[in-house]
């Protein structure tokens, strides 16, 4: 059972436009949400998160939303651009779980110029 | 500041052998992490540690053990390669529980 589902493998927008990435979760226990980029034969970096308690959360170009009752979060990246193209992987943290994040499959983004 | 490295960068691996992955933080940071990240799909989790002396079983522990004597080293330990254990693994740290993680960049293994 996958408690962070990324349902779009892959993505692929024109540079200057929006991209919404998104995520979806099951477990209602998960308070700490998190959006990682990954570029090829690199790690994983930390993007932009967000608390239960909140349902945004802005960080210049990138914005995350977050609806609690739909178990549902999205990364919006205004306006895209070329280097934006990599993997972005969605994880949720669990309090009660010793804190430990469950990742997404994630989705590759590709931003044409 | 180097952040988490991982060595080696790529190793391959024959059926049987066995070896152990480095990962080192500059940080500080009481929690650490090892990931395995198979083509096509998310990160899962492997082992991890909320301190020295303090390790625990993540996702997908079987066929690897880890240690954790200092702070700044987590090492992981594969005695049997497999094929199944082909994948590129990452060892990640993070200064608070369930906080932002800092990832190495990554150690791929090929056993054949």
């Known amino acids: 059972d996958q408690q962070v589902k990324q349902n779009s493998p892959s993505l692929s927008v024109q540079e200057g436009r929006i991209s919404i990435l998104n995520c979806d979760y099951t477990?209602?226990?998960?308070?700490?949400f998190l959006w990682y980029k990954k570029y090829p034969a690199e790690g994983p970096t930390f993007l932009i998160s967000?608390?239960?308690?909140?349902d945004k959360n802005e960080d210049g170009r990138f914005t995350v939303f977050l609806n609690k009752s739909a178990k549902h979060l999205s990364l919006h990246i205004v306006p895209s651009q070329p280097g934006d193209s990599a993997v972005y992987f969605c994880?949720?943290?669990?309090?009660?779980?010793?804190?430990?994040?469950?990742f997404g499959d994630g989705t590759t983004l590709t931003v044409k110029p | 500041n180097a952040g988490v490295t991982q060595t080696p960068k790529f190793r391959i691996l024959k059926i049987g052998q066995s070896m152990t992955l480095q990962c080192t933080q500059d940080?500080?940071?009481?929690?650490m992490y090892w990931y395995r990240q198979d083509p096509g799909m998310g990160l899962k989790l492997i082992y991890y540690?909320?301190?020295?002396?303090?390790?625990d079983k993540g996702e997908v522990p079987n066929g690897y053990n880890v240690s954790r004597s200092t702070t700044e080293d987590f090492p992981l330990r594969l005695e049997l390669a497999a094929p199944s254990q082909t994948s590129v693994y990452f060892c990640?740290?993070?200064?608070?529980?369930?906080?932002?993680?800092?990832f190495g960049p990554g150690t791929r293994l090929l056993v054949l």
């Open positions: 990640a740290s993070s200064p608070t529980e369930g906080g932002t993680q800092y």
């Open positions: 477990n209602s226990m998960f308070d700490y």
């Open positions: 967000i608390s239960s308690i909140k």
């Open positions: 994880a949720a943290s669990d309090y009660t779980n010793a804190g430990k994040s469950t």
């Open positions: 940080m500080n940071h009481n929690y």
């Open positions: 540690s909320v301190g020295a002396g303090i390790t």
